[in-house]
């Protein structure tokens, strides 16, 4: 009866030590057998803010690791070429960007009001997938402080400026002023002439904005100014502006291969509005508050992790 005893209780320590065996192997395996995710992105506080986001909401929400990899002066172009090439996982970029710059696609073509569903299309032909917009569009537009706005009578679309134009000073960096498809040919499609113009570098030109030097600045949409000098961001109702909606780019057969990367990063739809990016940079880059841990609190604040 005792030998019995002692080797039941025998093998009831075996059973514990495999069950706790086979519960160490397993998490070790998920471990090693983890893809580590490799995100590029383009040297702009928008992008690089985007990229750590995304390594955030992956790192929170899979086994997976990230590295992000900051580069200088890479264009659009590059970036699609090395996504083709496997050398990067994950990138984010604007829809005018990808298809002007990294498919070489001719303007004339392009679908400004449905442009992210006409890149959807071309680019699945090409195992390349494109996420729905991030929320903001991160191209151009004009500024006006809130104060001139009401003393206009308070104009909302860009050809509400027909008339007023004569009367307005408008700023604007020097690489808008000079190129064809900038500062004239806004002024053409509108049937504008303003009474001056001046070029200025961008923390000029708003500064001069805000002081009433001038009327209107021409700036991007997610300029850190936009929510620094609370600035009224026109309409833009004849599509002058190319659509430059913010996206994440990869593989359509690598997120196939891994779902819960793509699953993560639907939390990024229609996340951040051209405002609320304006935010992020004045935390981050003006006010020096740390990214990894300003980010986590803003996602927090969302119940996004």
């Known amino acids: 009866m005792k030998i019995k005893k002692t080797i039941l209780a025998l093998m009831l320590i075996l059973l514990v030590v495999a069950f706790c065996g086979c519960g160490d192997k397993d998490y070790e395996t998920e471990k090693v057998n983890s893809e580590k995710v490799q995100i590029t992105t383009k040297n702009t506080p ?36 090395d996504l083709k090439d496997g050398n990067i996982d994950l990138y984010f970029d604007y829809t005018g960007s990808i298809y002007l710059n990294a ?45 001139v706005r009401e003393s206009l009578k308070d104009p909302i679309y860009i050809s509400d400026l027909k008339t007023l134009a004569p009367k307005l000073k408008i700023g604007m960096e020097e690489s808008f002023f000079q190129r064809k498809s900038g500062y004239k040919a806004l002024e053409k499609t509108y049937e504008l002439q303003f009474g001056k113009a001046k070029v200025y570098t961008e923390d000029e030109g708003f500064l001069a904005l805000r002081r009433g030097d001038i009327d209107i600045m021409v700036g991007s949409r997610t300029s850190v ?9 026109f309409r833009d109702d004849k599509r002058f502006f190319i659509n430059e909606d913010a996206c994440f780019v990869a593989k359509d057969s690598y997120l196939l291969e891994y779902p819960e990367i793509k699953n993560a990063l639907g939390t990024f739809d229609n996340l951040i509005t051209s405002g609320t990016m304006s935010i992020l940079i004045r935390k981050t880059y003006v006010e020096g508050n740390d990214m990894d841990t300003y980010l986590r609190d803003f996602l927090r604040a969302r119940n996004l992790m």
């Open 46 to 81: 928008e992008q690089i803010i985007l990229a750590h986001l995304a390594a955030i909401i992956i790192e929170e929400k899979t086994v997976h690791e990230v590295e992000i990899e900051e580069k200088e002066n890479i264009s659009s172009k590059s970036l699609y070429n």
């Open 103 to 147: 498919l070489g696609l001719p303007k004339e073509d392009m679908q400004n009001a449905v442009l992210l569903t006409q890149l959807q299309k071309l680019l699945i032909e090409k195992d390349v997938y494109l996420s729905e917009s991030v929320g903001y569009d991160g191209g151009m537009t004009l500024y006006m402080t809130p104060e």
């Open 225 to 233: 100014y936009n929510n620094m000098y609370n600035l009224y961001l």
